[in-house]
Every structure is written in C-alpha cells, then in structure tokens.
C-alpha cells in the first residue's frame, strides 16, 4: 500500500530514496516465503532457490 510517505518519495525524491523507503516498509522476501513453507503454499528449497544471492 502507498501511503502519503511514499508517495512522496516517488514523485519529489531520487531513486535511491524511494528503494531504502521501499526496503523499510515492506517485508523481505525470505521472510515471506517461510511465512508460505508454514503455510504449505511453497516449500524450504523453493525460498532458498529463489532467495540465494
């Protein structure tokens, strides 16, 4: 969800400002995946296949 922040950032600020908005405000990706391994929508080496640098 946007909210007024981000907003903000999108329109007035450079791109490096809007990305670390980004990144606090929402979730990992890792994260989110063991989120979906407890919930049996993905598996373990799923995440770590499509999380791995």
């Known amino acids: 969800m946007i909210d007024d922040e981000?907003?903000?950032l999108i329109h007035?600020?450079?791109e490096s400002e809007l990305?670390?908005?980004a990144?606090?405000?929402s979730r990992s990706l890792q994260s989110d995946g063991y989120?979906?391994?407890k919930a049996g929508i993905?598996?373990?080496d799923e995440v770590l296949?499509?999380?791995r640098s």
């Open 6 to 8: 981000l907003r903000k």
């Open 12 to 14: 007035e600020q450079p």
């Open 19 to 21: 990305i670390k908005s």
């Open 23 to 25: 990144r606090k405000h």
């Open 35 to 37: 989120d979906k391994i």
């Open 42 to 44: 993905t598996t373990f």
């Open 49 to 51: 296949r499509v999380t």
